[in-house]
């Protein structure tokens, strides 16, 4: 291990000597841990990242950009019976590609989830309405009813951070990897926290830097890294020597998700894109999500906070909003298109400015009352530029998009829990049931449905006797 001096002699070239203040007071251990937190440290590039995101503007939309955005052709809900026809045609063939075993599913749970405030990884949240279910069996039971209904189970790959890979893979050894054939950790980058005002990286204790997940777009280079201390081989190797060409992308807070959707694959793979992506409407100009837009010829989404007021708020002459495309974080991607970006094309870093516990020169350690600290997060949606061809669906936020974001309020286990009955009761009343209704439509208690009991409405239809009553909560399983 190179001596205190060498060290500081590195660090001081980049202004970040105090990360040795507190090293005489560490034992042998506590130096090597320091010094292998600096090491994985690229210095440079956090010069870069300082100077542009904490130290200038800190947008990645430049505005000169935003005068060219249009906006982008969507494959919409279908209304027709041709156009319903034509779907049952691109779900035939993401069936196919199921049964092949081409198909394999990425599942990110690497976030901090520091606005839910759950003391835990937040797919181990119990959600499910009735059973409290975990966010992690409810994903993972999606996969065991395809595996049941295909013939094959799609590889599951859980990236997870350096906080909550331990916690999350005890999780699923506990739960007997709740009936998963295949499923693989991979724990994603992490990047130092630096002072907001300053650009010094925080220190979280004497001898520890203040890290955090590198952002969601971290998964591409997390799947291209090697495993198991660099002597397992990539999850993408993994995958080539499955046959999974095509991955499934979601995110662990949304607990609708129809996860591997024959229908969206089909439709990918029709349209031979490289990624894909689903959209909502958005349900008004100031809703908190990525627009999917069209920047010169190629797709982009555009931060909610990037995009302007005027585009926001801009109306075609049917009163719809212009720029409605809203993107869910649902995805699919050929793995070769992965392949070609790690390596050649880096995801850009955007700011999150957040409070961060840090040592001050005292060695004091403070709990900043005001956001004190900028983190620095790559997004996955930063690789569709990147991509020689896309197609994006739309889909019904209720069916599909309830994201379990905060303790309270919008996004939160009430609301998430409220939408998951409304989808329940929805798809018995398509199976012939009754069930009750308050005037604002939602249901009025808890209904689940485990997804090894039924995986959509169509499959409930041949369980439900026509005319049950639906009298109270409710969990079939
Ligand atoms: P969010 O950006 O909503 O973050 O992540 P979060 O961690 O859930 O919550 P906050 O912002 O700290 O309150 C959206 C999804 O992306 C994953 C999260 O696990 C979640 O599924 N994610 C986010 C990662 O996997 N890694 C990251 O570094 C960030």
Redesign the pocket.
Known sequence: MASKQEWAARLEKHGQGHLLRHWDGLDADGRDALAREIDCIDFDRLATLVAELVKGEGGTTAEADLDRIRPIDVARMPRTDAERADRRRAADAGEEALAAGEVGVVL?????????GFDGP?GTFPIGPVSSASLFQIHAEKLVALGRRHGKQPPLYV?T?HENHDATVRFFADHDRFGLDHVRFFV?GRMPAVDRATGAILLSGPGRIAMS????G?TLAALAARGGDGRAPSCLDEMRELGARTLFYF???NPMVDVADPTFIGLHRRGEAELSLKVVEKRSPDEKVGVVVELDGRPRVVEYSDLPRALAEARDHDGQLTYWAGSI?IHVLERSFVERLVGVHLLPFHRAVKKVPFLDASGRLVEPAEPNAVKF?QFIFDALPEARSHVVVETDRRVEFEPL?NARGPDSPDTVRQSMSDLFGSWLEQAGAVVPRRPDGSVPFAIEISPLYARDAHELKAKIEPGTVIEGPIHLR
């Open positions: 990110v749970a690497g976030g901090s989830g520091t606005r839910l937040k990236m951070s994603q997940p590198d952002g969601h971290g995110q662990v807070d974080a997060e974001k």
